[in-house]
């Protein structure tokens, strides 16, 4: 019995099964015709039930030798004439799809997407700045000639004060990278059909999921948290040479276990968006879909991950290396006091260095999120039959 809820199709393969022996009721025989399209406002389960397996039925292909899997193309098992309305073909995609997809929708909705990126990106940057400038302590001396007992008390203050003055910075970030995603989520979505979107339709249709949303994000917060805890507790409890060692044993234990969870839900917060679901239903929901697919999952992520980073080197480099030359006796101050010795002009470049940043790779990333869950679909409940039922394209007509 299939559970896939939302505006999927009651009919949809269940999540857990094997990727891809989906029947295409409608497609025709000679696999000429169009693929689908797709709308997050699909009629709710129970509203359409596709032909049975059996072949019958008005709407029902010929039968044909091994019909009801989905018959594969030359050399990758995909259709190369698969319909396009709009930033992605409708089958499953390809690493290069799903990244050039994401840059698409970044081109065609660009008034939309830098609208809200760079927005967003600009108050959650000056916030950053007003914050780390006069709300964090200074950060605790070190004895670079401490051993023992004492190496490993310097070494845990060291690291309270790192957590405790990044934490007001993350959850800026954690707040803009949330606002953006939800209503990039939204244009990724028009933007598989090919549709205009507005910055104010995308956060009429964004904001009444603002706030599960933002209950997803921190119940994966605090559950990090609690990981990492768990992990370095009991070496910060021991202390000495042996303290140090267990706890760098947990950290491991705790990254590994904290990477392997973060790829387990990494589609949550496109499942709670699209389908409109609850917290703890849209995590169930995205641990069915990375299910067996978990390594090709990390692989995207951390492709993804790459080119964010590439990009912010690009770019911060040269806006970090402005900000040195423009702040008076920025270096020397830098090299010998640390980094709080910088003063308002390399706040500002640099600043706006990392508005440039957060403007391109925010889109990235959430492109990415929002069409790897497309794909997982496709691939795992036939959601291309959905999507082009949706669109209203010829051989896939609404069933009642």
Same mark, same amino acid.
């Given at each position: 019995m299939n559970d896939t809820p939302g505006w999927a199709s009651p009919g949809s393969a269940p999540s857990d099964g094997q990727e891809a022996g989906i029947p295409r009721p409608s497609e025709p025989v000679d696999g000429s015709g169009p693929a689908g399209n797709w709308s997050p406002t699909q009629p709710p389960a129970g509203q359409w039930s596709p032909p049975s397996s059996s072949g019958t039925g008005p709407g029902a292909p010929p039968p044909a030798p091994g019909w009801g899997v989905r018959p594969p193309a030359p050399g990758w098992g995909r259709r190369p004439d698969a319909a396009k309305p709009g930033i992605i073909p409708l089958r499953p995609l390809g690493v290069g799809e799903i990244l050039d997809g994401a840059v698409s929708a970044m081109r065609a909705h660009w008034r939309t997407v830098l609208g809200i990126t760079l927005a967003v990106s600009v108050i959650a940057q000056t916030a950053i700045i007003l914050v780390e400038r006069y709300l964090l302590p200074e950060p605790p001396s070190v004895d670079a000639n401490a051993t023992g007992a004492e190496a490993v008390r310097q070494a845990a203050d060291s690291l309270q004060s790192t957590l405790l003055n990044s934490t007001? $910075? %993350? &959850? @800026?970030? !954690?707040? #803009?990278t949330l606002f953006t995603t939800a209503v990039l989520t939204v244009v990724i979505s028009r933007s598989v059909l090919g549709r205009p979107v507005t910055l104010s339709d995308a956060w009429a249709e964004a904001r009444t999921r !603002? +706030?599960? &949303? &933002?209950?997803? $994000?921190? &119940?994966? #917060?605090?559950? #990090? *948290? *609690? @990981? %990492? $805890?768990?992990? +370095?507790l009991p070496g910060f409890l021991i202390g000495d040479t042996a303290g140090v060692g267990l706890a760098f044993i947990g950290l491991l234990v705790a990254c590994v276990l904290l990477l392997w969870l973060m790829v387990r839900f990494c589609l949550a917060s496109p499942a709670l968006m699209l389908e409109r679901q609850s917290i703890t239903a849209s995590m169930r929901r995205s641990a069915k879909l990375v299910?067996? *697919?978990w390594w090709r999952t990390f692989g995207i992520l951390a492709l993804t991950w790459l080119l964010t980073l590439v990009v912010s080197l690009v770019i911060g480099i040269p806006f970090g290396l402005i900000a040195v030359a423009v702040d008076d006796g920025g270096l020397s101050a830098f090299l010998t006091e640390g980094a709080n010795s910088f003063g308002w002009p390399f706040l500002i470049v640099s600043g706006i260095g990392d508005v440039v940043v957060a403007t391109i790779t925010y889109p990235l990333s959430a492109g990415v999120m929002a069409l790897l869950y497309v794909d997982q679909r496709i691939r795992r409940e036939a959601l291309d039959l959905d999507l082009a039922r949706a669109a209203g394209l010829p051989g896939y007509d609404n069933r009642s």
């Open positions: 007001p $910075t %993350m &959850l @800026i970030s !954690m707040l #803009a !603002m +706030l599960p &949303l &933002l209950g997803l $994000t921190l &119940l994966l #917060a605090v559950m #990090a *948290a *609690a @990981i %990492m $805890t768990v992990g +370095l299910r067996g *697919a």
